[in-house]
């Protein structure tokens, strides 16, 4: 039914072909080309990009189901991409068209940066005029459309629209491990390290990288330092190694540029700090290798996402559609007009070219804008003389996760910064009632973004009735168990007058089940880990052969860890609490395993949330897949338990902790200034106790007391969650016949219709609605 609505009456099956190198782009081509199989179309490989495009012959080959197992944990791309001089000439995209012509292909779904996708643009502007041609020359016979569709595949994140591009969150991961590895040798040795990271015309890398590890001073393109930075740089490193600090750490991106234009390199850098302060200064030019390595966890998702909406994308486009760019819009996947995504790209290098720094800054977007702006906040050379003769408590709730403490660090500092008293509670709640409280400083929170846990101390349950606060102190909470001891605490209010004080609680949970938040602190990390076990088992079972794994994975109720990972890992299955199963969804799994081992992709790997099910456990799952698939293939079982907490914070879970601290202790002083009344605080109304959010692509602040209606405090989990969407599609990347599946094909279907249906948004009108959920 589906076919027979999308498939043009009459046309012939709809063939379409992927091309052009980073990590990520294979869950693209993979997503890409199971979804379109899925559809009913014939999918081409064009192996090394446009080259393989001018060239055809063995360059084009169709694409199988098989042909995209086991792509998912590769970085690159196999189907290899190479720089097309050819193609920039009409002669050498006449060839192009003719190989296309002579396949049948229409549709032409492109990866690659700007470039790529405004030659794509041109080829298909010209696409009329090269097909008559090619008919004068006998070398055609009809003319045709071409449909095209694109996906931006860059590390540096430079192509406005999209909030991400494929490859910057591995890149940043790479960048991260060669940051954290210098970090202890550098620290032993009482040196400064500049590391020179990519980025010629965008400064993300760097900038997030700074972030990410509290670099004393970062240069980008988009911003060269005022002039005299010399003498201020070295003002910096010295302040700092004269607290203490036995690390300096300087972030340089490759295109970085004093405000006359002349570039500033690492090594100018290091004979400045030598020659001004007699440091022991060493650099590290990063290279091509932030473009390699496994692709992390959110690249995989990304380009499967993306993947799935540009074949929703071909199969409604008419001639008349202009060619639309894949992208993402918080955590919305959107399809946006190509060629004015490009030109505001083209905008930003203008706005460079012509020394309107903060136009760049601002035409890169909300989100480079945002961490610019929490990066200058963090690089204080001192805090202010002035003090608030307020005292800001912050307390760690529940278990820990990593970026707990990138969190702490943001909100100490930026609460110094303000003039307050910065206190930290030791052990929770528990350490509260206790009074285990101490003043926390400066350089108490150094080095904290890189290390996992809770440096606080964190304490899974907590006694309401043993506060005994002394302290007039806002709070800073986090996940959760915070969440209602957060209510709870609003409730005493009535009780207890010390309680009358600004709170706010900032989501940390590996499970990303907190209401009011889109994601949480520490799920990133705990996916990542997920993902890459799960690589490692589909390796020794693609060894194996003929081998199925039953993973547990955390999570309480939520299943978010379980329906990501399985995204992210391929997953045949994903048991979860908010999408029930039974029985026959058991039966109708093990079915699909028995019909794989047919196949020449011999393993599976199924995921369970801990508490999916009371009855079906994972003992008893691993029974029932052991015994059903006896003479077929064996099984084993996998409980991945705390490991999932551990670790070192992603880059993810670093900035975002690291932004979210800051905002929440700058929305404490707004409003403690605002209930700040005849020497003292009191606030009772329901917006000076908030969660601290991200909807959509925007942190807002919830009142505890409205999301109450949102959340089923039975199994701690919101009643609604964004990620449910996107199950249907881990089914049919993982070759379910869904509409055997009675349980989702209803839900699955209406999904598919929806989105078949909606026109693409024009950038206008997306614009508009960013500014107002912004705002």
């Not at 540029?257 to 004979?271: A, F, L, Q, V, Y």
């Not at 905008?347 to 990066?375: C, H, P, Q």
Request: aromatic residues 6%.
């Amino acid at each position: 039914k589906f076919l027979d609505e999308t498939k043009p009456s009459g046309s012939p099956e709809n063939p379409m072909f992927v091309c052009l190198c980073l990590s990520g782009m294979n869950a693209a081509v993979r997503a890409t080309v199971r979804v379109g199989l899925y559809t009913g179309a014939k999918v081409y490989f064009v192996h090394e990009g446009y080259q393989g495009l001018v060239d055809g012959g063995d360059n084009i080959k169709l694409a199988t189901w098989e042909s995209v197992s086991m792509m998912l944990q590769l970085g690159g791309t196999v189907i290899g991409s190479a720089r097309c001089m050819d193609f920039r000439a009409r002669e050498g995209r006449m060839k192009a068209a003719l190989n296309l012509v002579k396949l049948g292909i229409t549709n032409l779904c492109v990866i690659g940066g700007d470039g790529s996708l405004t030659g794509a643009n041109q080829f298909r502007t010209e696409w009329s005029t090269l097909l008559v041609d090619l008919v004068k020359a006998g070398k055609a016979k009809t003319s045709s459309h071409l449909n095209i569709v694109g996906m931006v595949g860059s590390i540096d994140n430079d192509f406005c629209g999209t909030d991400m591009t494929i490859g910057t969150d591995s890149a940043l991961h790479r960048i991260i491990e060669v940051v954290d590895a210098i970090t202890t040798t550098a620290q032993s040795h009482q040196r400064t390290f500049i590391l020179e990271v990519m980025g010629r015309h965008c400064g993300y890398l760097a900038l997030v990288t700074a972030l990410a590890c509290g670099a004393d001073w970062v240069f980008i393109p988009e911003m060269p330092p005022d002039e005299g930075w010399e003498g201020h740089l070295c003002r910096r490193l010295a302040d700092q190694r004269a607290r203490g600090c036995r690390l300096n750490v300087i972030i340089v991106a490759e295109g970085a540029m004093g405000r006359d234009g002349k570039p500033i390199g690492s090594e100018d850098i290091k004979k400045l700090v030598e020659k001004n302060l007699g440091f022991d200064t060493r650099t590290t030019v990063l290279g091509h290798v932030q473009r390699g390595g496994t692709p992390s966890a959110f690249d995989r998702i990304l380009g499967s996402r993306m993947g799935v909406e540009a074949v929703m994308a071909l199969l409604e486009a008419t001639p008349e559609t202009p060619a639309c760019v894949v992208s993402l819009s918080g955590n919305q996947a959107v399809r946006l007009p190509l060629m004015e995504c490009v030109q505001v790209t083209k905008d930003v290098t203008t706005a460079m070219a012509e020394n309107r720094w903060e136009d760049a800054i601002k035409l890169r977007g909300k989100s480079f804008e945002n961490n610019w702006n929490t990066y200058k906040m963090l690089a204080h050379i001192n805090p202010p003389d002035t003090k608030s003769n307020i005292n800001v408590a912050i307390v760690n709730v529940g278990a820990p996760c990593a970026g707990m403490n990138a969190a702490v660090r943001s909100a100490v500092r930026i609460g110094i910064i303000q003039g307050h008293n910065m206190l930290a509670v030791h052990d929770g709640f528990e350490g509260l009632a206790h009074g285990n409280i101490v003043p926390i400083t400066w350089t108490g929170v150094s080095g904290w973004t890189g290390k996992g846990g809770s440096e606080l101390g964190t304490k899974r349950y907590y006694i309401i009735s043993l506060f005994q606060l002394s302290l007039l102190s806002p709070l800073l909470l986090s996940p959760h168990q915070a969440f209602m001891g957060g209510l709870e605490l609003v409730t005493a209010r009535e009780k207890y007058e010390e309680l009358c004080i600004p709170m706010v609680v900032i989501p940390a949970t590996v499970s990303n089940n907190v209401p009011g938040s889109d994601f949480s602190i520490g799920a990133d990390t705990a996916l990542n880990t997920i993902t890459s076990t799960c690589d490692r088992i589909k390796q020794s079972a693609a060894g194996t052969k003929r081998r199925v794994f039953i993973i547990e994975t955390m999570g309480g109720y939520c299943g978010y860890l379980a329906t990501m990972a399985g995204l992210a890992a391929g997953a045949d299955a994903a048991y979860i609490y908010e999408d029930k199963f039974g029985i026959r969804d058991l039966e109708m799994n093990v079915e699909h395993l028995v019909q794989k081992m047919k196949t020449d992709v011999k393993r599976g790997l199924i995921l369970r949330n801990e508490k999916c099910n009371a009855n079906y456990t994972t003992d008893f799952i691993f029974a029932l897949y052991s015994e059903e698939g006896k003479g077929v293939f064996d099984c084993r079982k996998n409980i991945l338990g705390h490991m999932q907490q551990g670790g070192t914070p992603t880059p993810f879970d670093r900035n975002f902790g690291t932004k979210m601290g800051s905002k929440a202790v700058l929305w404490l002083t707004e409003k403690l200034k605002e209930m700040y009344r005849h020497g003292r605080i009191f606030a009772n109304t329901p917006d000076s106790a908030c969660v601290l959010g991200m909807r959509k692509r925007a942190l807002t602040f919830q009142p505890l007391a409205e999301l109450n209606e949102q959340t089923d405090f039975e199994h701690r989990i919101p009643k609604t969650s964004w990620w449910l969407k996107l199950r249907p599609i881990m089914k049919i990347l993982a070759k379910y016949n869904i509409s055997l599946d009675t349980s989702e094909h209803a839900h699955m279907e209406h999904v598919i219709k929806k989105r078949v249906s909606m026109p693409a948004p024009l950038i206008k009108k997306h614009k508009e609605e960013v500014e107002e959920e912004e705002e």
